[in-house]
């Protein structure tokens, strides 16, 4: 059974930064994409940041030069560092796999992001 498990959201200060993990179970770590996506409020869900197997990146607009997506395939676990937090950061956010060819998407259950102006 596949498992993604998300820690280090929390509340920050506008210009801080965070630290999200996703640990991985149940699956071949090394052969899939895994992606941050985050949903605010009455917004819809959207792509943070990806990274591929060969440690390719795709991030947001929004993001670009303010977080960074890593992972280390000999803990099975994605990070996403945030710095210069601001208040449009603010969302639940979800850790993301799948197999490029595959149909099957893995999510994990959400961490809190709150930016406080």
């Known amino acids: 059974q596949v498992q993604l498990v998300e820690s280090g959201g929390g509340l920050v200060q506008a210009g801080g930064s965070l630290r999200l993990s996703c640990r991985a179970s149940g699956i071949t770590f090394s052969i899939i994409t895994m992606g941050w996506y985050r949903q605010a409020p009455g917004k819809q869900r959207e792509l943070v940041a990806a990274?591929?197997?060969?440690?390719?990146?795709n991030y947001a607009d929004s993001v670009k030069g303010r977080f960074t997506i890593s992972r280390d395939n000999g803990k099975n676990t994605v990070y996403l560092q945030m710095n210069s937090l601001n208040s449009e950061d603010t969302a639940v956010y979800y850790c993301?796999?799948?197999?490029?060819?595959?149909?099957?998407?893995?999510w994990g259950q959400g961490t809190q992001v709150t930016v406080s102006s």
């Open positions: 990274i591929g197997r060969g440690a390719n990146t």
């Open positions: 993301n796999a799948n197999r490029p060819g595959y149909p099957t998407v893995y």
